[in-house]
């Protein structure tokens, strides 16, 4: 018998509780605190730590720099393996943009200072953004 299985007789669990379960986070804390900061809803609405959820429930999680969509499948009260907690939600994120078109972060060299204004031109040139006026 796996643990998420006598959890699924129940009803509902914590939204925190069922992301650090199913391994969409790292910790629990981590959980509450992108439900605090309103990275995640639960069927379009955005949810508080200690909202239920029940199988069936669309959860939306902004995690990591990366949207996640999960359809709760089972419910679990404790943390499972990562074989098991796959089992417990179906995926419907998009899928991660290619490394290549990811935000790419000019760097400069140590001790170079601030940058000028020519500098900051020629960044926002490199980037494809429109000049400000």
Do not use: Y
Not at 19 to 32: N, P
Not at 97 to 113: C, F, H, S
């Amino acid at each position: 018998m796996v643990s998420g299985d006598a959890a699924q007789a129940q009803g509902s669990v914590r939204v925190d509780v069922w992301i650090w379960s199913v391994r969409l986070t790292k910790t629990r804390a981590q959980a509450a605190a992108a439900c605090r900061a309103g990275h995640v809803k639960v069927g379009g609405e955005r949810a508080k730590p200690a909202q239920a959820v029940r199988v069936g429930d669309e959860v939306r999680l902004r995690h990591a720099g990366r949207d996640r969509v999960v359809v709760v499948s089972k419910i679990v009260k404790k943390r499972v393996g990562a074989p098991v907690a796959v089992e417990c939600f179906v995926d419907n994120s998009p899928p991660p943009p290619p490394r290549e078109l990811a935000i790419q972060v000019p760097v400069r060299d140590r001790g170079a200072g601030r940058p000028t204004k020519r500098d900051r031109r020629e960044m926002e040139r490199l980037q494809g953004r429109p000049p400000e006026r």
